[in-house]
């Protein structure tokens, strides 16, 4: 087999990419290592920046989504059970929408197989070749065989645990990581959510957050330790605490319901640097991971892989790696700016086992300002609706030392 640029993983950021590169006339081969119903059911966030919603509608992919999605004028800030709202679109002139990245990815390949594009599953032992030659190469097995794919360029878009980010020389890739001492427990119930827009709290018992799917599914959440089970938290316990980090006022508006998907998620920040070595161009998780506080991983897949099309699309149009050449910084100035805001706001509303009294003061102090303050509103709001792609002459000067 041969194509233009082989994407390794089918989750949004190779899906995404692959629909983008189709719709510029350039032959893409997706490789995923599961199966399709695999990765359409895994539960992931739902919130998707404007700069998203209009990927997709660019794609011709937000059908549903516009008849499905729930757009969020604003978001409430919950602190020791008193809460405020923050009217996004007032401050930046744009909302969130809410689609579960399963729909999302329901859509994905949806259209995939309406528009005939070539994706492999099952994928498994994926080895890269010549990634610093200009004649690359995968092999791969299949259930049929033994495969191998020729191509221009491969995007690692396999996902954290995935072997793009490894091909990297060690002396070259730079990693930057913190790991969180909690992590989330969240549940799925099919009740209407408490309030029609999303909760964050902040309690001196921790984190929670009130999230939904639809009008009539709920998405909660609540910081737990990392050492915590499932089985720690009956329905009864979780609710009683869910309600309680809250606040009386969401509490009463509140329905109980029986839970499924229950399930304990780790916090993390990673970034790795380059996201490119030679012909292989790295995306979405591969290459950054951020704590889900700010809905900021899906939307990043996003982003990197416009930019990484947009290369892609200038190097087949003039023979140019100008594009290509420069990916790599461009990316990185965004996802750096989405992991300050996802650290910043995870910081801000988790309880961190070491914390002293004095460190919960300033939490509720910095919140206290932020529920008084306009220009600090509008600073949570423009991060949160999503940043604009850094411009594709390149990142600032700042940016670049950085
Ligand atoms: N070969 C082929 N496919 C692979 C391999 C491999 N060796 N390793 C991993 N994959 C596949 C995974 O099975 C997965 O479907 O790559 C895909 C990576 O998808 P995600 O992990 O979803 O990463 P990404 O597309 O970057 O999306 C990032 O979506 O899943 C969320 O939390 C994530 O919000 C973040 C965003
Ligand atoms: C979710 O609905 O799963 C969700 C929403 C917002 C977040 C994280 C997760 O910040």
Same mark, same amino acid.
């Given at each position: 087999?041969?194509?233009?640029?082989?994407?390794?993983?089918?989750?949004?950021?190779?899906?995404?990419?692959?629909?983008?590169?189709?719709?510029?006339?350039?032959?893409?081969?997706?490789?995923?290592?599961?199966?399709?119903?695999?990765?359409?059911?895994?539960?992931?966030?739902?919130?998707?920046?404007?700069?998203?919603?209009?990927?997709?509608?660019?794609?011709?992919?937000?059908?549903?989504?516009?008849?499905?999605?729930?757009?969020?004028?604003?978001?409430?800030?919950?602190?020791?059970?008193?809460?405020?709202?923050?009217?996004?679109?007032?401050?930046?002139?744009? #909302?969130?929408?809410?689609?579960?990245?399963?729909?999302?990815?329901?859509?994905?390949?949806?259209?995939?197989?309406? !528009?005939?594009?070539?994706?492999?599953?099952?994928?498994? @032992?994926?080895?890269?070749?010549?990634?610093?030659?200009?004649?690359?190469?995968?092999?791969?097995?299949?259930?049929?065989?033994?495969?191998?794919? #020729?191509?221009?360029?491969?995007?690692?878009?396999?996902?954290?645990?995935?072997?793009?980010?490894?091909?990297?020389?060690? @002396?070259?890739?730079?990693?930057?990581?913190?790991?969180?001492?909690?992590?989330?427990?969240?549940?799925?119930?099919?009740?209407?959510?408490?309030?029609?827009?999303?909760?964050?709290?902040?309690?001196?018992?921790?984190?929670?957050?009130?999230?939904?799917?639809?009008?009539? !599914?709920?998405?909660?959440?609540?910081?737990?330790?990392?050492?915590? !089970?499932?089985? @720690?938290?009956?329905?009864?316990?979780?609710?009683?605490?869910?309600?309680?980090?809250?606040?009386?006022?969401?509490?009463?508006?509140?329905? !109980?319901?029986?839970?499924?998907?229950?399930?304990?998620?780790?916090?993390?920040?990673?970034?790795?640097?380059?996201?490119?070595?030679?012909?292989?161009?790295?995306?979405?998780?591969?290459?950054?991971?951020?704590?889900?506080?700010? #809905?900021?991983?899906?939307?990043?897949?996003?982003?990197?892989?416009?930019?990484?099309?947009?290369?892609?699309?200038?190097?087949?149009?003039?023979?140019?790696?100008?594009?290509? @050449?420069?990916?790599?910084?461009?990316?990185?100035?965004?996802?750096?700016?989405?992991?300050?805001?996802?650290?910043?706001?995870?910081?801000?509303?988790?309880?961190?086992?070491?914390?002293?009294?004095?460190?919960?003061?300033?939490?509720?102090?910095?919140?206290?300002?932020?529920?008084?303050?306009?220009?600090?509103?509008?600073?949570?709001?423009?991060?949160?609706?999503?940043?604009?792609?850094?411009?594709?002459?390149?990142?600032?000067?700042?940016?670049?030392?950085?």
């Amino acid at each position: 087999m041969r194509t233009q640029v082989a994407i390794v993983g089918a989750g949004p950021a190779g899906m995404v990419l692959a629909h983008l590169l189709n719709a510029a006339g350039i032959a893409c081969v997706v490789v995923e290592r599961r199966t399709r119903d695999y990765v359409e059911g895994r539960v992931r966030a739902g919130v998707l920046e404007q700069g998203t919603v209009d990927v997709l509608a660019r794609l011709g992919l937000d059908g549903r989504l516009r008849s499905e999605g729930l757009v969020h004028t604003g978001t409430n800030l919950a602190v020791d059970g008193e809460s405020f709202r923050i009217d996004m679109a007032a401050l930046t002139g744009a #909302a969130v929408t809410v689609y579960g990245q399963q729909e999302v990815m329901r859509d994905l390949f949806d259209a995939a197989e309406s !528009r005939g594009l070539t994706l492999v599953y099952e994928a498994e @032992d994926l080895r890269l070749y010549d990634i610093e030659g200009t004649t690359p190469s995968l092999t791969f097995r299949t259930p049929q065989g033994e495969q191998h794919l #020729a191509c221009d360029v491969i995007a690692g878009c396999d996902g954290f645990h995935g072997v793009s980010r490894r091909s990297i020389p060690a @002396d070259v890739l730079k990693t930057f990581e913190r790991d969180y001492p909690f992590g989330w427990l969240g549940i799925l119930t099919d009740v209407p959510p408490a309030v029609h827009e999303l909760v964050y709290a902040s309690h001196a018992n921790g984190f929670a957050l009130a999230s939904m799917r639809s009008a009539t !599914r709920s998405r909660y959440y609540i910081q737990c330790g990392i050492a915590e !089970r499932v089985e @720690d938290w009956p329905d009864a316990r979780f609710w009683d605490e869910l309600c309680l980090r809250l606040g009386p006022g969401i509490a009463a508006g509140l329905e !109980r319901g029986p839970s499924f998907e229950k399930s304990i998620a780790p916090l993390r920040s990673f970034v790795g640097e380059p996201m490119r070595w030679g012909r292989l161009f790295l995306a979405g998780d591969a290459a950054h991971i951020v704590p889900p506080t700010g #809905a900021k991983g899906l939307n990043l897949a996003v982003s990197d892989v416009v930019m990484l099309s947009e290369a892609l699309i200038s190097f087949y149009a003039t023979g140019s790696e100008a594009g290509l @050449d420069g990916y790599s910084a461009r990316a990185l100035a965004r996802v750096w700016k989405a992991e300050r805001f996802s650290w910043w706001f995870t910081s801000l509303m988790h309880r961190f086992p070491e914390a002293s009294g004095f460190d919960r003061r300033m939490q509720v102090a910095e919140l206290a300002y932020l529920s008084g303050s306009r220009a600090a509103q509008t600073v949570l709001a423009e991060n949160y609706v999503g940043l604009p792609l850094t411009s594709a002459a390149g990142p600032s000067s700042l940016e670049l030392r950085a």
